[in-house]
């Protein structure tokens, strides 16, 4: 039985396709690489759980004005909200503060900028008890923006610190100021 071409071309694609699709899909599904660690960045703040999970899961997100590191007052709740997280959860290990900048402005000062903020939400959250040794502090800066302008206005949600937190058998103190 001879095939055509059209034909031979109709039964590369049905076998072809399901294979490349299962092989993108099995290559997502698990892996050592550090998008893995940065997962749980946009998972929705969880009610008050015991069983905490190892991977970072956010907590809260603390929103700036622009070119701006000063935490502002109307933020002060987001604060006191994963402090609460916190002493719910006693068995968090880590606090894992990610800097983010908008795009407006040179890559290298939005990558200060994005530290300088965190360094502020870490101030913050030591003030309210937390030990400095169980946060952890980085920078995106401008390399994830949550939307790609340039507009002052619109650019608003990009300039923020995303506060995540990791757990496992150790615990960490939060005294009750």
């Known amino acids: 039985m001879l095939l055509s071409y059209k034909e031979i071309g109709e039964n590369m694609k049905n076998l072809v396709l399901p294979l490349i699709l299962g092989l993108s899909l099995a290559s997502c ?3 050592n690489k550090k998008e893995d660690v940065m997962m749980g960045e946009n998972e929705p703040i969880p009610a008050a759980q015991t069983n905490l999970p190892t991977t970072p899961m956010k907590v809260g997100v603390v929103n700036f004005a622009f070119d701006s590191a000063e935490v502002p007052m ?3 709740g987001e604060i006191e909200s994963v402090v609460d997280t916190l002493r719910q959860n006693p068995e968090t290990k880590t ?3 990610k800097g983010h900048a908008d795009l407006i402005g040179p890559e290298e000062y939005n990558y200060k ?4 903020r965190a360094m502020k939400v870490k101030e913050a959250l030591v ?3 937390l030990r400095a ?3 952890e502090v980085e920078s995106f800066g401008e390399e994830r923006p949550v939307v790609e302008t340039m507009d002052k206005a619109e650019s608003e949600i990009n300039r923020r610190v995303v506060i995540q937190i990791r757990t496992d058998q150790e615990k960490i103190t ?3 100021n």
Request: no cysteine; glycine share 10%; charged share 25%.
């Open 174 to 176: 939060v005294s009750s």
């Open 113 to 116: 900028l994005g530290y300088k």
């Open 29 to 31: 599904s698990s892996s």
């Open 127 to 129: 003030n309210k008890g």
């Open 95 to 97: 606090i894992i503060l």
């Open 133 to 135: 040794e169980s946060i």
């Open 74 to 76: 109307e933020e002060t």
